[in-house]
């Protein structure tokens, strides 16, 4: 593939022809800051945070959409850029609620990083401000359209990557909004709550509603596991917070990228429900009672032995586990040949 | 799978057979969706109008249980219009004479009146398989879950070596797993009849070999026995003890009424697992297991992916995890099972598992590894059969149609199915408890047709019973025309409509898999006090 | 030492007597909210969000200032102490800029805490705000008393030292505001930035200023270290933002650890990657000076000069 070099801030750089301005300034290691763009989805130029100055070109062209050219001199952090960043962000923040207080993505919003990064305060602009009510009447999403800049990454994860493509924007004007056709909730549409819109909104305009009032974003542990649901293996990260588990964010996994689906994202909760077994149970007169690990432990092996020395060793058998690790079918492989002494080990790999 | 999950977007024809992917692996569903996306033509063959159903341009709505007569319908089609890939067939395959001799009297009109497809549909799709660039089936338990299951996955083969659709990138055969660690499980010899990495147990080489590694004189040699032949062994008292992990066979197992008095009729039954399950309650030691978030470890992916599990957080109460429940108990019965850790027994693994020879955590940490992976410097193998097939020259397995092992009659007029929802995992042991889907998709339904429906007075919401020759349960029916007329469909994600048993355990013979696709039931309405009663 | 037992929530605890309710209360693993109590200088009980409900007493006592007794039976979440709560928190609110967006204590403020906890939104009582303007008029601390909330932990730490006491309340109602004598700046007042009131802030009224705007809370790691300047061993922390110091902040400022500008100051030279050059008031006035005077090694140098020279 043919190469392209041009200079960014002043900094050279080759990057395969095709690339746009902002992928380049990424690979000069340029901080250009951005709101509708992802590297997953189409690119539509919306929100122009990210701006930049070329010479020759008319205006402040937005980056994202912007190729690089052989040659090209470009410019991120002039004044002129600066004063149209600022003034960005203080369009957005006119109709934004003042809420970091308790919004639960203060922390991790991008508005946020880019208000303090440039020294936006939130009141220079007066202007009309939306009162959408909060949509919560689902178990899984918390809509809070007042929050939303209209950057529309949820539209397109939605429907480039989801392929169900169940919002997009309604109305125009003022009264643009991000909704599903005919503008009902989320519950009333075919909206399967895979919760990748809200993997990729930028603010806190989508938020999971499992981790409302669980944790502050800063206050909480990622720990990148692979999901134990169907046989897809899916990557994510556990949120943790005081050694509970609170919630399951959206990592890069090697084969969903970020997508999951609804029982990925949102089927965490018997972790720490309160039916779990906590203690070994011996059942005496049909009744189940509490007892220790030694106990139970020797009971079991004394009844197993018991069974082999009686019956012989094909009269023990072992239903091993397609939800348990590896290692566990291996050592359960090992257990049932070596200690029981019989191939009657098997699992549910039929269902 | 032949193929990597991400591939599947690349195929341009996908034929997807007996799966319902995207409620049940939604995740690859968006692979097909891209594939769509990118152009791809999508075939979906189910008894049920699916959302996968709706977004193919092919639906072939199959009477359930006649997909070998469709698979060989394709291959005639292919034959008779000159359409194979002559190459490959020379090159790569065995056998031919004897698949063109079986196909030839599935001719597309034969097929249409078995399988209810039209002709000219079986034609056109046989002919876009073939032309494909490249074409990937996938399919799942709609496939294998028949008495016939093995010889559905035979005619699979033939078709896909026919066309020379396979061992290449984005086409081949790919059965999508189930389970989060359906495949790691078999990797790892928890079956009867192998040793890890698929190690003959009836080699006596094999067994040498692991009683050598595992430190002890022998290893047992004779034949093991499966899932199903354990259970009908513990109702016949021929097996005493039985040591569960993480399965619930008192709703998962087809016929589950004779599964619990089968499990009853033990002399002991430990059971170790994080809820107290339908399972656990028949139990005379209940041992109480950590949950993936509490431990480390690796689980293997549908696409032979190995993956790090990783510990968040502490084991609730005094559960354990498994692997150390394991340790405790081979200690206690004297021979010694010690590690620190799950990588320490992965070291092991590695040692006597040669697909699994290069995988270390320390690599896994970097990144996941597909096996075959035998060596540390191995990069992992994406996708399997390239230039030659693991026996050599591939087989043609031509297989004849068989009726499922029970069919409607008067008695029992309906065909039921099994299947799942998105909402909802296996018997619900944890998707009904986690706050949040449970009240999404709070209680479960029969599909019916409108047609049978009316025949049978029923208006959508009703309570029924569904009763076979060997249970019934009570559930509410939904009218869709999402089953054909003929056709009921519920999940198996509820105790409460524990649908296993009316299904029929009658197994494939090769696979002992049984048939949960297709059994005969009959649907009664209840009367208004009985139902409120139910409910 | 005595002791005396009492129950929390329906737990037993057994603490030595003179304890007071807040500190048995968190010994015994339960959460209560502070503002003004400050472990160095207990027995305020002004903020009022500590309140309990103690079988017996009138109204709800503030577990800071209430002595636990023996047989004593305290709920520290009941709902009227979290409606006391609340509507303390919705109090202080309603005369708090909402400013989290660009506030430099965003993720490491108490009142913020709360409000989450407690799940106070902002605006539930409508009423006069202060517009203050903020004082940045020395190089080294911004005061911004619009979101003070007269925790006065500033005033009593500042107390603690001898010669100090510079700030105190002034004023009276709505209008009590936190100042140097005759109301003027710091930089007008006695103040020598040792910074201990920036150290006890619960809020954003009092930021170090060669920190401000420089990262947001939960970007930084701090790393603990000792000033070695004099004997006292104050406790700093060094804050890493992407693997660089970006600024030294004081720990507690506790007993016998009296905090100063030049040990902050000298741990900056150290540690910060690109320390702002100092400044000294003279003649009334904030000029640059060199890191030797600031330090106070100009007569060493002179020294260690005429050695050189006389070689």
Redesign the interface.
């Known amino acids: 593939m043919a190469n392209i070099t041009l200079t960014i801030d002043g900094i050279q750089v080759t990057v395969p022809k095709g690339s746009t301005v902002l992928e380049a300034a990424k690979t000069a290691g340029v901080f250009i800051p951005t709101f509708c763009h992802d590297p997953e989805l189409s690119k539509p130029g919306a929100c122009r945070i990210c701006v930049v100055e070329i010479p020759g070109m008319r205006n402040l062209p937005a980056s994202c959409v912007t190729e690089a050219q052989e040659g090209m001199v470009v410019n991120t952090q002039t004044p002129a850029i600066l004063a149209a960043r600022k003034t960005i962000l203080e369009l957005l923040l006119a109709n934004h609620p003042e809420d970091c207080l308790t919004c639960p993505k203060n922390g991790e919003c991008k508005l946020q990083e880019y208000a303090y990064f440039y020294g936006v305060k939130a009141d220079t602009l007066k202007g009309a401000k939306h009162d959408y009510p909060v949509e919560d009447d689902?178990?899984?999403i918390v809509r809070d359209m007042n929050k939303c800049i209209l950057c529309g990454r949820c539209i397109r994860m939605c429907d480039?990557?989801?392929?169900k493509h169940i919002i997009d924007f309604a109305y125009r004007g003022f009264n643009s909004k991000v909704t599903p056709a005919m503008d009902t909730p989320y519950s009333e549409s075919d909206c399967?709550?895979?919760g990748n819109c809200v993997a990729v909104c930028p603010v806190g305009a989508l938020s999971e509603?499992?981790m409302l009032r669980k944790g502050r974003r800063w206050e909480i542990?990622k720990?990148?596991?692979?999901?134990?649901?169907?046989?897809?293996?899916?990557?994510f990260d556990?949120n943790?917070k005081d050694?509970?588990?609170i919630g399951v964010t959206s990592t890069d996994g090697?084969?969903?990228g970020r997508?999951?689906?609804?029982?990925?994202r949102?089927?965490?909760?018997?972790?720490?429900?309160p039916?779990?077994?906590?203690?070994?149970?011996?059942?005496k007169n049909g009744k189940?009672e509490e007892?220790s690990?030694e106990e139970?432990?020797?009971?079991?092996?004394e009844?197993?032995?018991g069974?082999?020395a009686?019956?012989g060793?094909?009269?023990?058998?072992?239903?091993?586990?397609?939800?348990?690790?590896?290692?566990?079918?291996?050592?359960?492989?090992?257990?049932s040949?070596?200690?029981l002494?019989?191939?009657?080990?098997?699992?549910?790999?039929?269902? | 799978m032949t193929n990597g999950?991400?591939e599947i977007a690349d195929a341009d024809f996908i034929l997807a057979t007996g799966t319902n992917t995207t409620e049940?692996?939604?995740?690859?569903?968006?692979q097909v969706?891209?594939a769509?996306?990118n152009g791809a033509t999508l075939v979906v063959v189910d008894p049920r109008k699916t959302e996968m159903a709706e977004m193919a341009q092919y639906h072939l709505q199959i009477k359930s249980g006649t997909d070998i007569a469709l698979l060989n319908g394709f291959a005639h089609v292919i034959i008779a219009e000159d359409l194979w890939n002559k190459q490959f067939v020379q090159e790569r395959t065995e056998d031919f004479e004897a698949l063109k001799e079986i196909v030839a009297k599935y001719t597309p009109g034969y097929v249409a009146e078995i399988t209810g497809v039209p002709a000219e549909t079986i034609r056109e799709v046989a002919r876009g398989y073939a032309k494909a660039i490249n074409a990937s089936i996938l399919y799942t338990?709609g496939l294998?879950?028949h008495i016939c299951g093995t010889h559905n996955v035979f005619a699979v083969a033939n078709l896909t070596m026919l066309c020379g659709q396979i061992g290449k990138a984005s086409s081949g055969v790919n059965p999508?797993?189930?389970?989060?660690?359906?495949?790691?499980?078999?990797?790892?010899?928890?079956?009867?009849?192998f040793?890890?990495a698929y190690q003959p147990?009836a080699n006596e080489a094999n067994r040498a070999k692991?009683a050598a590694a595992?430190g002890?004189p022998e290893?047992?040699a004779?034949?093991?026995?499966?899932?199903?032949q354990?259970i009908n062994?513990?109702g016949e008292g021929?097996?005493?003890?039985?040591?569960?992990?993480?399965?619930n066979?008192a709703l998962?197992d087809a016929d589950a009424n004779h599964a619990v008095h089968s499990l009853e009729n033990l002399?002991?039954l430990?059971v170790q697992?994080?809820?107290?399950t339908e399972t656990?309650l028949l139990?005379?030691?209940?041992?109480?297991?950590a949950?993936?978030?509490?431990?480390d470890?690796?689980?293997?992916?549908?696409?032979r992916?190995?993956?790090?599990?990783?510990?968040?957080?502490?084991p609730?109460?005094?559960?354990?995890?498994?692997?150390e429940?394991?340790?405790?108990?081979?200690t206690?019965?004297?021979?010694r099972?010690q590690y620190d850790s799950?990588k320490e027994?992965?070291i092991?693994?590695t040692q006597v598992?040669p697909s699994?020879g290069g995988i270390t955590y320390d690599r896994l940490e970097q990144?996941?590894l597909q096996w075959p992976c035998p060596t540390t410097d191995h990069p992992g193998t994406p996708f399997l059969h390239t230039g030659k097939f693991g026996r050599g020259l591939g087989k043609f397995n031509p297989v004849e149609y068989v009726e499922p092992d029970e069919l409607p009659d008067e008695e029992y007029p309906l065909v039921l199915s099994t299947g799942r929802r998105?909402?909802?995992?296996?018997t619900g042991?944890?998707?009904q408890?986690?706050?949040?889907?449970e009240?999404?998709y709070a209680e479960e339904h029969l599909e019916v047709n409108p047609v049978d429906a009316a025949n049978l007075g029923i208006n959508d919401g009703d309570f029924v019973k569904v009763s076979s020759r060997r249970g019934e349960v009570t559930v509410a029916a939904r009218i869709t025309e999402k089953v054909a007329p003929g056709l009921v469909f519920t999940s198996f994600h509820y105790p409460e409509v524990a649908i296993n048993k009316l299904t029929n355990a009658a197994l494939d013979p090769i696979?002992?898999?049984?048939e949960?696709k297709v059994c005969a039931v009959k649907v009664e309405k209840l009367p208004a006090t009985a139902a409120e009663k139910a409910s | 030492m005595s002791k005396v037992t009492l129950t929390i929530n329906g737990k037993q605890v057994t603490v030595p007597a003179g304890t007071s309710v807040l500190d048995a209360a968190r010994e015994a693993g339960f959460f209560i909210p502070t503002l003004c109590h400050d472990p160095a200088n207990p027995g305020f009980g002004a903020c009022r969000l500590c309140v309990v409900e103690i079988k017996g007493a009138r109204n709800m006592p503030a577990s800071c200032v209430t002595e636990a007794t023996n047989g004593m039976v305290v709920e520290t979440e009941s709902p009227a102490v979290m409606q006391a709560r609340r509507t303390i928190i919705e109090l202080l609110l309603a005369n708090h800029p909402t400013e989290c967006l660009t506030c430099d204590k965003n993720g490491d403020c108490r009142l913020q805490d709360y409000a989450y906890r407690y799940d106070v939104r902002q605006a539930s009582f409508e009423g006069e705000k202060h517009d203050y303007p903020l004082e940045d008029s020395n190089p080294y601390i911004i005061r911004n008393m619009n979101k003070c909330v007269l925790c006065g932990k500033c005033v009593r730490t500042c107390a603690q030292v001898e010669d100090r006491q510079v700030i105190d309340f002034t004023f009276r109602g709505f209008q009590t505001k936190v100042a140097p004598a005759m109301n003027t700046d710091l930089a007008g007042s006695d103040c020598v930035y040792c910074g201990r009131c920036v150290a006890v802030c619960p809020v954003g009224a009092l930021l170090y200023k060669p920190m401000a705007g420089k990262a947001r809370t939960w970007e930084l790691t701090k790393k603990q270290t000792t000033c070695t300047f004099c004997d006292a061993g104050c406790q700093f922390d060094l804050n890493y933002k992407d693997g660089k110091v970006i600024g030294i902040t004081a720990n507690t400022p506790g007993e016998g650890r009296p905090l100063c500008l030049k040990g902050r100051l000298g741990l900056e030279l150290l540690y910060v990657d690109k320390p702002l050059t100092p400044m000294l008031k003279k003649d009334g006035e904030f000029v640059e000076v060199t890191w030797a005077e600031v330090l106070g090694l100009e007569s060493v140098f002179e020294k260690l000069k005429a050695q050189e020279t006389q070689k």
């Open positions: 689902n178990p899984f480039e990557i989801q392929g399967a709550f895979c509603k499992g542990q720990v990148k596991t692979t999901c134990p649901y169907c046989g897809a293996g899916c990557n556990l943790v050694g509970k588990v090697d084969v969903n997508a999951l689906c609804v029982k990925g949102f089927g965490y909760g018997f972790i720490h429900h039916d779990r077994l906590t203690t070994p149970l011996i059942k189940f007892a690990w139970a432990i020797n009971l079991v092996a009844k197993l032995g069974i082999k009686k019956y060793a094909d009269a023990n058998a072992i239903l091993s586990s397609a939800r348990c690790t590896n290692e566990e079918n291996y050592l359960m492989n090992k257990f040949r070596v200690v002494g019989t191939n009657n080990i098997d699992h549910c790999a039929r269902l | 999950i991400k049940g692996h939604p995740i690859i569903g968006l969706k891209k769509l996306r338990m294998t879950q999508l797993r189930g389970q989060n660690n359906v495949q790691g499980a078999c990797d790892m010899g928890a079956l009867p009849a040793f890890p147990v692991f595992w002890v290893m047992p004779g034949p093991g026995l499966t899932v199903p354990i062994a513990a021929k097996i005493k003890g039985l040591y569960i992990m993480g399965e066979p998962s002399e002991f430990v697992d994080i809820f107290l656990a139990a005379d030691v209940v041992l109480p297991a949950s993936f978030a509490e431990k470890g690796t689980f293997s992916n549908t696409e992916r190995v993956q790090l599990i990783r510990k968040a957080v502490e609730v109460g005094n559960a354990k995890p498994d692997w429940i394991i340790c405790l108990l081979s206690a019965m004297g021979y099972m799950p027994i992965m092991e693994i598992t699994y990144g996941s998105l909402y909802h995992y296996h042991t944890m998707t408890r986690t706050g949040a889907l009240i999404a696979s002992k898999i049984p949960y």
